[in-house]
């Protein structure tokens, strides 16, 4: 339970979050671990099953990437492998049936950002606007009328965090301070 929005710019991503995690109705505000999590070359954030934040921030091998690669192609034969890697070694095996189970991340490498759901899958959206979280769709909602100008940075940051008070506002499981990371694309 959460609010994560993302926005894919000119030469640049930004991924913004609350900072309230939830057990059943007892809300805690997040202490030592962002959501929002810059490491390296990666930026990323992840909603759902809490355990997977946990696995992504602590036991996660990040690969290594380089201007020669096709990026595309390196999320889906380099990223995605290792993130199910670290998932099942350090013990994230949802029973099928368990419907609460299940998780979405928003990941950005070299200023690129991607949708991965937890079947693995990738997408990209040309409109630039991203959500994922209990309060995503009200903080896609306010993101898309506050028209946030993908081409200006400070445009886009002072729609995050007024998207994310907005969700804040509307969806009991978003709250605390706005986490917001902007990552600047370094090759091509």
């Not at 913004?16 to 999590?37: C, E, H, L, Q, W």
Request: charged share 20%; net charge negative.
């Amino acid at each position: 339970m959460t609010t994560i929005i993302g926005v894919q710019g000119n030469q640049y991503t930004l991924i913004a979050s609350d900072a309230m995690t939830s057990i059943d109705d007892r809300p805690f505000y997040a202490k030592g671990m962002n959501k929002v999590t810059e490491r390296g070359d990666y930026v990323f954030a992840v909603s759902g099953d809490a355990i997977v934040g946990h696995i992504a921030n602590h036991a996660w091998k990040l690969p290594r990437y380089t201007s020669k690669m096709n990026l595309d192609d390196f999320v889906m034969t380099r990223v995605l492998p290792s993130f199910r890697t670290a998932l099942v070694l350090n013990g994230y095996d949802p029973k099928p049936d368990d419907k609460d189970a299940g998780w979405e991340m928003l990941l950005s490498i070299n200023a690129t950002l991607y949708h991965i759901d937890d079947g693995f899958g990738w997408q990209r959206d040309d409109r630039g606007l991203y959500a994922i979280g209990s309060g995503g769709s009200i903080a896609l909602g306010a993101l898309a009328a506050f028209g946030a100008n993908t081409s200006n940075v400070k445009w886009a940051e002072e729609c995050a965090r007024q998207s994310i008070e907005i969700s804040t506002s509307y969806n009991i499981y978003t709250g605390g301070e706005t986490q917001l990371v902007i990552q600047r694309k370094k090759h091509g």
